[in-house]
Each structure stands twice: as structure tokens, then as C-alpha cells.
């Protein structure tokens, strides 16, 4: 499996993790060995002669450990004290091949930051919780609570991310929870496949990138699937999302884009056989009027290439909320839109601009 550069920034973030296997180790004849446990700070302290590590279930007081190379596996839960952002470089992380349900986990203590706020103001949060950037496989870890911005991924080369639980569900419990995205992309060439996403904010937002796909997850209790929102510089293109489920959300499925956005773009977007229901403000929201939902579009970041096909794609919202709102600006093209299934609450309302929207049921 490739390697991956990791940053955990996590509600305590103290990253255990491995120091990179040291090249004085074979120059000096001394041995390696080949697997180090770690079940606790200070049994990470002095890694650089291991070739692999298993990180055990333990608590990290507040502090920093850093960290690269070698290959981790996790085999219980890491709980991270309040404290300040910490790293975990340059690894091969697998949280332990486990079932969906049993899977290692990264507690991030979210409970003693929320406040309503998020990082709009009241305690200070550390987020996101984790980061990804180099390239290579995540899989079978499940994040706990993190205080705000659950994953960023900023990943450089051809990657995967599958089989991933970010459970932020507590946060419901007063509305406390809030900006608690399951993922934010900023990257090229990334597959995020079977992952789970129960949070207050949106579940993914693409804020550049391209070759992205999006598959056989489940988002609830936030704000959907979202391309954006994309500001002044960058673009979104190429991007899949298909057979999720978004249920009992605010929004179903958004592109968001800056109303005043300029050097900007998002272009062939296709959603195929999502299932979306009990959606209690828009189902599909096309927007160029961010941070308004509709709007004064503005014109500097065109959207073509928009597309439902391939499979159907049934969207059930509330009596409140509408199926389908397109709010352009600066829209262009033929949008095939055979493969939406739009029904229930106030309608559609669309201002497609330069765009033809053909086909669906809304």
C-alpha cells in the first residue's frame, strides 16, 4: 500500500505515530525490528528503528508527539486530550482491517469544545481533526467527535479513501455541534468509497480539484453532498457521485458557489442513482448566489456540464423545502437531467441562465 502523509489535528491532537525508519540503523549494522507496539507517548518516543508499528487503544494527554514513515496499524481507540494541532507525518495507515462497526477510533473530546458556534467564534476549536495530503490508501478508521472540521483532504497523487466513519451524531444533542464537515477536498484524483458521515455540517465539500469520485456512502443529519463553495481562483471538474444516501439533511445535494467569486469554475459534474429523503430545505441546490441559497448570482465562476444520468437519482424532501433550485448567473450548456426524480414539498424554481435543462421530474 502507498504512503501517505497524515496530519491529525485532532480536539488534542497529538498524533502518535512513527518516526521514519532511520538510514544509520543499516549503515551502522544495527538491527531493526521488525514490529513496534505502542500503548502510550512514551512508547512512541524513540521509533526510528522499526519497519512497522501497531498503535494499541490508550489516552494522549495534552502535549505533541510528530512522526514519519514505517507502516501503522491501529488496533483500539486513541483518545486525545484538549489541547493544540499536532502531526502524524509520512505513514501507511490501516485501522486494523476490522468490521464497519468495530473499527479503531480517533476520540476527538468534541463535547468539550462545542458551543453552538463552531469556528464562528466562542472556544477556540482545533480542525480539522485530521489531514491528509501525499498520496496513497485510508481506510477502516472511524473519527470520533471532532471538535469542528472533521477531515481535510489535500492529497497530491491517485487516492483512496474507503471504508471511513466520521460519527459527529452527539453534536445534535442542543445544536451544539457545528462546522463539523465530514470531509473538505482540496485535491485531484481521489476516490472516497463506502464511508459514513453523521454530522450537523456538509458531509463533503469539494473546494477544488478534479478526477474526484464520490461513491456508495451514506451522509445524515447535515447538509449533504456539496461541490463548493468555491471561491475566487479555483475550480472543480471531472467530478461522480454516485449511489449514496443523504437522508434527514438540510440539503441533499449543492453546488455552492461565492456570489463573488472571479477566476473560477465547476464543470462536469454527474450525479448517478443517489437516494435522498427527508431533505428539509432544498433537495438539489445549483447556486451561484453563496452565501445566500438563491439570490443575486454573481457571473465570475461559470458552472457547465451539469448532469443526472446514468441512474436515477430520487430525491424526497419536506412539505417546506423545494426539489430543485437553480440560481445562475453564469450557466452554459445542455444539462441532461434524465436521471433526477424530484418529488414533494414546494416545487422547483430555476434561473438556468445560458443553461438548457432537459429531462427529469421535478
Known amino acids: 500500500m502507498p504512503y501517505f502523509t497524515t496530519f491529525l489535528s485532532l480536539a488534542a491532537l497529538v498524533a502518535v505515530a512513527v518516526a521514519a525508519p532511520s538510514n544509520t540503523a543499516s549503515k551502522t ?40 514513515g514505517a507502516s ?12 493544540t494541532c499536532r502531526r502524524l507525518s509520512n505513514i501507511n495507515f490501516n485501522g486494523g482491517d476490522h468490521k464497519i462497526s468495530d473499527f479503531p477510533r480517533f476520540q476527538g473530546n468534541g463535547p468539550l469544545y462545542w458551543d453552538g458556534q463552531g469556528t464562528n467564534g466562542g472556544v477556540a476549536k482545533p480542525h480539522p481533526f485530521v489531514k491528509f495530503k501525499g498520496s496513497g490508501t485510508f481506510q477502516d478508521v472511524t473519527v470520533l467527535n471532532s471538535p469542528a472540521q472533521a477531515i481535510s483532504v489535500g492529497t497530491t497523487a491517485t487516492s483512496t479513501i474507503e471504508h471511513i466513519t466520521v460519527d459527529n451524531s452527539a453534536g445534535d444533542a442542543g445544536a451544539l455541534g457545528h462546522n463539523t464537515d465530514g470531509f473538505d477536498v482540496s485535491a485531484s484524483s481521489v476516490t472516497f468509497s463506502q464511508v459514513t458521515v453523521k454530522n450537523q455540517d456538509d458531509c463533503f465539500a469539494i473546494n477544488s480539484g478534479s478526477g474526484i469520485v464520490i461513491e456508495d456512502s451514506t451522509c445524515s443529519g447535515g447538509h449533504g453532498i456539496s461541490i463548493g463553495s ?120 430555476i434561473s438556468a441562465n445560458k443553461a438548457t435543462i432537459s429531462g427529469g421530474t421535478f
Open 72 to 83: 501503522v496499524t491501529m488496533t483500539g481507540d486513541i483518545v486525545f486530550s484538549k489541547t
Open 230 to 349: 468555491i471561491a475566487s481562483d479555483h475550480s472543480v471538474s471531472n467530478v461522480k457521485i454516485a449511489r449514496n444516501t443523504v437522508t434527514n439533511s438540510v440539503y441533499g445535494l449543492r453546488i455552492k458557489v461565492d456570489a463573488n467569486a472571479s477566476d473560477a469554475s465547476v464543470s462536469g459534474v454527474t450525479y448517478e442513482a443517489n437516494t435522498l429523503s427527508g431533505i428539509t430545505k432544498y433537495g438539489v441546490l445549483i447556486s451561484q448566489s453563496y452565501p445566500d441559497d438563491d439570490g443575486t448570482p454573481g457571473t465570475g465562476a461559470p458552472i457547465s456540464g451539469i448532469a443526472f444520468n446514468g441512474g436515477t437519482t430520487s430525491v424526497s424532501v419536506t412539505s417546506s423545502s423545494f426539489t430543485l433550485v437553480v440560481d445562475c448567473g453564469a450557466c452554459s450548456g445542455t444539462w441532461d437531467f434524465s436521471g433526477l426524480d424530484a418529488t414533494g414539498g414546494k416545487g422547483h424554481m
Open 29 to 68: 549494522g544495527t538491527a531493526k525490528r521488525a514490529t513496534c507496539t505502542v500503548n502510550s507517548v512514551a512508547s512512541a518516543a524513540n521509533l526510528s528503528s522499526c519497519t512497522s508499528v501497531v498503535i494499541t487503544g490508550f489516552t494522549v494527554p495534552s502535549g505533541q508527539t510528530a512522526a514519519s
